[in-house]
């Protein structure tokens, strides 16, 4: 992530106080407006990473910015890795497939069928990159949504996305006859409960949805959507030059923690 093209601006912070979240929300509002290529955000937690030992204990905001003008001059140099608590790398998530977004929405997850949308996603030939629970926070959403800022059910829907836990997927297909992000909406059916269970009964809202906007799951409208909101959600996702096909993880490990 360090070697990108663009700027890179890294949020140093510890677990006793945390990040600050209005910082987040600001900076992912300034990728959507500068260029999600052309900048890039992420937290390093100073308590996890021995290169960011100097910045411990201190009470201030700290921001480190890597500035790359052409790719061809990025070195290997010093980069971060992540480790989980017992000593062990965390692998970065990434891959040579195309991939899309998935996310099981707060309606369905309060209704306990989350793990059951999931073993079905799987029975139909998805691979899941990563399946984290989050919830929402209202201004990444704004963001997220900000094609349909002028209906009148915007800030309904804003509030049913923020209101609990959500499930957020990335999608890969075993089989690539069918692309996976078409393939994905197809397996959700149409985006009203009510016209799903008359049009495709066996569908995911025809069978989880109640109605507009518990449709109870969320899949991007096509790979330029997919890669937008990958990159809002998971800004540590890594894409090659094309469509939405994740790149290969490089070596050494980069990995930031998001």
């Given at each position: 992530?360090?070697?990108?093209?663009?700027?890179?601006?890294?949020?140093?912070?510890?677990?006793?106080?945390?990040?600050?979240?209005?910082?987040?929300?600001?900076?992912?509002?300034?990728?959507?407006?500068?260029?999600?290529d052309l900048l890039h955000f992420a937290l390093a937690k100073a308590d996890c990473l021995d290169v960011l030992e100097k910045y411990r204990g201190r009470c201030e905001p700290?921001?480190?910015?890597?500035?790359?003008?052409?790719?061809?001059?990025?070195?290997?140099?010093?980069?971060?890795?992540?480790?989980?608590?017992?000593?062990?790398?965390?692998?970065?998530?990434?891959?040579?497939?195309?991939?899309?977004?998935?996310?099981?929405?707060?309606?369905?997850?309060?209704?306990?069928?989350?793990?059951?949308?999931?073993?079905?996603?799987?029975?139909?030939?998805?691979?899941?990159?990563?399946?984290?629970?989050?919830?929402?926070?209202?201004?990444?959403?704004?963001?997220?949504?900000?094609?349909?800022?002028?209906?009148?059910?915007?800030?309904?829907?804003?509030?049913?996305?923020?209101?609990?836990?959500?499930?957020?997927?990335?999608?890969?297909?075993?089989?690539?006859?069918?692309?996976?992000?078409?393939?994905?909406?197809?397996?959700?059916?149409?985006?009203?409960?009510?016209?799903?269970?008359?049009?495709?009964?066996?569908?995911?809202?025809?069978?989880?949805?109640?109605?507009?906007?518990?449709?109870?799951?969320?899949?991007?409208?096509?790979?330029?959507?997919?890669?937008?909101?990958?990159?809002?959600?998971?800004?540590?996702?890594?894409?090659?030059?094309?469509?939405?096909?994740?790149?290969?993880?490089?070596?050494?490990?980069?990995?930031?923690?998001?």
């Open positions: 992530m360090l070697r990108s093209k663009g700027l890179t601006v890294v949020d140093v912070y510890q677990g006793w106080c945390g990040p600050c979240k209005p910082v987040v929300s600001l900076f992912q509002k300034m990728r959507m407006e500068v260029g999600l700290t921001f480190l910015f890597y500035a790359i003008k052409d790719e061809a001059l990025a070195e290997e140099g010093e980069c971060f890795s992540r480790v989980k608590d017992d000593g062990e790398d965390e692998d970065v998530v990434s891959s040579g497939k195309t991939c899309t977004l998935a996310i099981i929405k707060p309606d369905a997850v309060m209704h306990g069928n989350a793990e059951e949308i999931v073993m079905k996603i799987q029975e139909t030939g998805f691979d899941i990159l990563t399946n984290e629970e989050r919830t929402l926070a209202e201004a990444e959403m704004r963001l997220f949504y900000q094609h349909r800022a002028g209906e009148d059910a915007f800030e309904q829907l804003l509030h049913h996305m923020c209101s609990g836990p959500s499930h957020l997927l990335i999608l890969t297909r075993t089989e690539e006859a069918e692309d996976v992000v078409t393939a994905w909406r197809n397996l959700m059916g149409p985006c009203d409960p009510d016209v799903a269970r008359r049009e495709q009964p066996d569908s995911l809202r025809a069978q989880y949805g109640t109605a507009m906007p518990f449709n109870a799951v969320h899949g991007s409208q096509d790979a330029a959507a997919a890669r937008r909101e990958l990159l809002l959600l998971f800004p540590s996702f890594t894409f090659s030059d094309q469509g939405t096909e994740a790149a290969p993880e490089k070596s050494p490990k980069q990995i930031l923690a998001s």
